[in-house]
């Protein structure tokens, strides 16, 4: 009996396989095996975890360049960049129907992920402060097709309506916060956005547990500002701005195009996760 060859082929006996011919045989024999489907009907507890990407435009990212250009030296310590590549749990519950090779899934899902905040001390020894988080509600679908009793691949969507906010404060020296219109851009924004996410899911099943990936991209329903919802602090400042040095410029909160708006909220998702089947 021949041992390996690095670089080469293995030969056993007489029967010379290339590492192409043993993937060949093997993707065979997934297709070919029987579907005694380890991952079967039933209701399934979903956690994992979620990388999203937002701001496709880059109008958050210039909210933070243009503050810093606008205020200059009057900015002791300039503006932070705002993240908009995030990292969240998720949760969820799930029905999954199989007949056969075929998958029918349905989950019902929330995304939270805790508020990043950047800030700058401005002359007069006060700071700027502004946070911002981005949570979500889905509904999901896969339709799946079991490629063999472990391994399944599918295509997947889902609706979401997803709630950003950004707060925006003045901290004081003495450590005092304040949300009123001593500072224009103060106030707390708030937008639901509702739209739709398409991708794939694969998954592969050990018992009562489904490690799973899913991947979507979304189809975008609406467009608007970042509203102020917070009227207590209501000083004609109708939006969240992406362009600081034309919101300063503008003092009745008409340029919608300055704004930070809703789709900017909205980007690609990745999620790692485990379904679990609870009965």
């Given at each position: 009996m021949d041992g390996p060859v690095l670089g080469g082929t293995l030969s056993y006996g007489r029967f010379p396989t290339s590492p192409m011919r043993l993937a060949s045989l093997a993707l065979a024999a997934a297709l070919a095996a029987p579907a005694t489907v380890a991952q079967t009907t039933g209701l399934y507890l979903?956690?994992?975890?979620e990388a999203h990407k937002i701001d496709p435009r880059g109008r958050i990212a210039d909210f933070s360049e243009t503050y810093n250009a606008t205020m200059g030296a009057a900015a002791i310590n300039p503006m932070g960049a705002l993240e908009t590549t995030r990292v969240r749990p998720v949760v969820g519950l799930g029905f999954k129907l199989r007949v056969d090779r075929l998958g029918f899934d349905t989950y019902l899902a929330g995304a939270l992920e805790s508020p990043q905040t950047v800030r700058s001390?401005?002359?007069?020894n006060?700071?700027?402060?502004?946070?911002?988080?981005?949570?979500?509600?889905?509904?999901?679908?896969?339709?799946?097709?079991?490629?063999?009793?472990r391994l399944f691949v599918g295509a997947t969507t889902d609706a979401i309506v997803r709630r950003a906010t950004v707060r925006a404060k003045t901290v004081y020296?003495?450590?005092?916060?304040?949300?009123?219109s001593e500072q224009r851009i103060n106030g707390i924004y708030t937008a639901d956005e509702s739209f739709l996410g398409v991708g794939g899911t694969v998954g592969v099943t050990f018992g009562r547990f489904t490690p799973t990936v899913r991947l979507l991209w979304p189809i975008e329903i609406d467009d608007t500002p970042l509203p102020l919802t917070d009227y207590n602090t209501y000083q004609g400042n109708d939006y969240f701005p992406s362009d600081y040095a034309r919101f300063a410029n503008d003092p009745n909160g008409l340029d919608d195009g300055a704004a930070?708006?809703?789709?900017?909220?909205?980007?690609?998702?990745?999620t790692v996760g485990i379904d679990v089947r609870l009965f």
């Open positions: 979903y956690a994992g975890m001390t401005v002359a007069g006060f700071q700027h402060v502004v946070e911002m988080d981005v949570n979500d509600q889905m509904w999901g679908v896969s339709l799946t097709y079991q490629l063999n009793d020296a003495d450590g005092s916060e304040s949300f009123g930070i708006h809703g789709r900017d909220f909205v980007g690609p998702r990745l």
